[in-house]
């Protein structure tokens, strides 16, 4: 239930899908390719570039993670599909400058997508609240929504070329 991110990046790391449950990153699947949604996404991520700056200038480098969740809230978890945006593990790779593009390995073979295409792209690891094992770890959707109908299914690796 990992997936590697490889290849022409400054370093190599290792996704765990099963805990972006706790992730203040995440986004519910309904919500995610909505109109209203972008506007608030363009100020939160004005935010958490913001809150990268600063822990990079105090030395931290911890991952927002959300505070104890109640009772009510772990069910309400479990009633959603979740997205996550890929941007800020990529950017924590450190795509080389002369990478030209990145390959998703899935269980059917390789799909390619170009950098910008993958940057603004989001993973599908829960639905229902729960893992994806049957078609898992996770799923791509492109952050414009236009496989919506249909993602990319099976994604175990990442490779930048």
């Known amino acids: 239930m990992i997936v590697p991110i490889t290849g022409n990046v400054a370093y190599t790391i290792t996704l765990d899908p099963t805990v ?3 992730d203040d990153r995440k986004v519910i699947l309904e919500d995610a390719f909505s109109g209203g949604q972008k506007d608030s996404e363009k100020s939160d991520e004005l935010e958490r570039a913001s809150e990268r700056f600063n822990r990079a200038i105090n030395g931290q480098t911890k991952p927002p993670v959300n ?5 009510m809230e772990g069910k309400e978890i479990l009633k959603h599909s979740y997205l996550m945006p890929i941007r800020d593990f990529l950017e924590n790779a450190e795509i080389n400058t002369d990478a030209k593009d990145a390959s998703l390995i899935t269980a059917n073979g390789e799909e390619h997508l170009s950098l910008e295409q993958l940057l603004d792209s989001y993973f599908l690891f829960s639905l229902d609240g729960k893992p994806l094992k049957k078609d898992g770890p996770v ?16 994604v175990q690796k990442i490779r930048i070329n």
């Open 139 to 154: 799923h791509l959707y492109y952050g414009d929504g236009s496989n919506q109908k249909d993602p990319i299914k099976n």
């Open 67 to 71: 505070r104890s969740i109640s009772k």
């Open 20 to 22: 972006w449950i706790f």
